[in-house]
Each structure stands twice: as C-alpha cells, then as structure tokens.
T-cell receptor
C-alpha cells in the first residue's frame, strides 16, 4: 500500500472556480502534511503546510486536515491560469521524523 | 541568494560509467535529501542526511551512494549507472534536523539519461 495517494487527474476547472485536490495517507501516526506546487520542468515549491486537524488558510489557498479519516485536501479559490501545475501532497510520518513521502501528484489545468 | 544548487543540470551517460551529481546549499541547513522523480511514481526519497557524517537510506537507495563530509554539500554517486536510473533527480534541504514543521527547499533538478 502506498504511503500517500492522490488522484493523478488531470483536473480541469474554469478560471475563477474552486479547485479541490485530495490526498490520503496510510500511516495514522503521521504528523506533518505539505502541499507543493510543481510547474512542468521545475522543482517543487511549498504552498501550504498543516499539522493540526481543521482548516488553514493562506490567501486563495486552504488546506484541510482530517487525521481520523487520514485525509488532507487543498482548495484553491478563484483559480487562475497561473495555478495550472501539478500539486504534490507530502507527508512526514513522524515516527522516525526523518523521511518524507510524496504522492504522485495531481495535474491541474485552469481554463481561461 | 539562498539556494540549493545541483550540477550538472543535464547528463547523458552510458551504462557502467561512474558519475557524481553534486548538491550544495548556502542556508546552513542540517538536513539534506535526494529524490528521484519518475512519471506515475512521483517523488521517491533515495537517501537523506540529518547532519554531517549522518546518512540514511530512503525508499529507493539501491544503486546509489551518498556522503556528507561538509554541511553544505551532499553529492549523489552512481557507481555503475544502469538504464533504470534514468530519471529526474532533485536535491533538497531543510533548516533543522527536526522535520516535523520544516519545509524542504528543492534544487533545480538534474535530468539523467543512462544509455
């Protein structure tokens, strides 16, 4: 079983809509969760990190964490064409504290 | 400018010819890591280092070696590259040994092709 799973997409949304990206993880003891954005041919860059159950908002981005369901999501409000990228979910299990596990990424296209 | 650098950015080589991909960070980060990224498989951790002279295997260490003699440098060594090591490689660094709340800063990537 993969540590971190994401729908690969592609996910297409019209400009101005809300894009919803989802991620599940297998290690119930996981403590830290990250969303990275990766443009084609570029390196990943951090968008959001979340550690506690609930929502965390930063501008147009909201990360949601539900540890009971082992589920973390990223909402992008007012989606822009510049948001078109692959979004990677990453988890630090916490039991070792030393490794990161990434999902395979969800490709998002925002249609003007 | 704070950054993680990798060299070379692109490399085409042949099976069995030893190569080294260098990684350097100028942020005094303790933790450094190597990943490979393959279509459909995502980012997978190869090796990581908590600090100088401390290295550990990630999920896919076979065929790779690393060393951490200085805090800023973390080279990835392929002693005898094979075609299945053709991939996009990223080096990353994190400020502290405790990773629970630290983001990783990624280098620009090295695209390796092994013929």
């Amino acid at each position: 079983q993969k540590e971190v799973e994401q729908n690969s997409g592609p996910l297409s949304v019209p400009e101005g809509a809300i894009a919803s990206l989802n991620c599940t993880y297998s290690d119930r003891g996981s403590q830290s969760f990250f969303w990275y954005r990766q443009y084609s041919g570029k390196s990943p860059e951090l968008i959001m990190s979340i550690y506690s159950n609930g929502d965390k908002e930063d501008g147009r981005f909201t990360a949601q964490l539900n540890k009971a369901s082992q589920y973390v999501s990223l909402l992008i409000r007012d989606s822009q064409p510049s948001d078109s990228a692959t979004y990677l979910c990453a988890v630090n299990p916490g039991n070792t504290g030393n490794q990161f596990y990434f999902g395979t990424g969800t490709s998002l296209t925002v249609i003007p | 400018e704070a950054q993680v650098t990798q060299n070379p950015r692109y490399l085409i080589t042949v099976t069995g010819k030893k190569l080294t991909v260098t990684c350097s960070q100028n942020m005094n980060h303790e933790y450094m890591s190597w990943y490979r990224q393959d279509p459909g498989l995502g980012l997978r951790q190869i090796y990581y280092s908590m600090n100088v002279e401390v290295t550990d295997k990630g999920d896919v260490p076979e065929g790779y070696k690393v060393s951490r003699k200085e805090k800023r440098n973390f080279p990835l060594i392929l002693e005898s590259p094979s075609p299945n090591q053709t991939s996009l490689y990223f080096c990353a660094s994190t400020p502290r040994g405790s990773l629970l709340r630290d983001t990783q800063y990624f280098g620009p990537g090295t695209r390796l092709t092994v013929l």
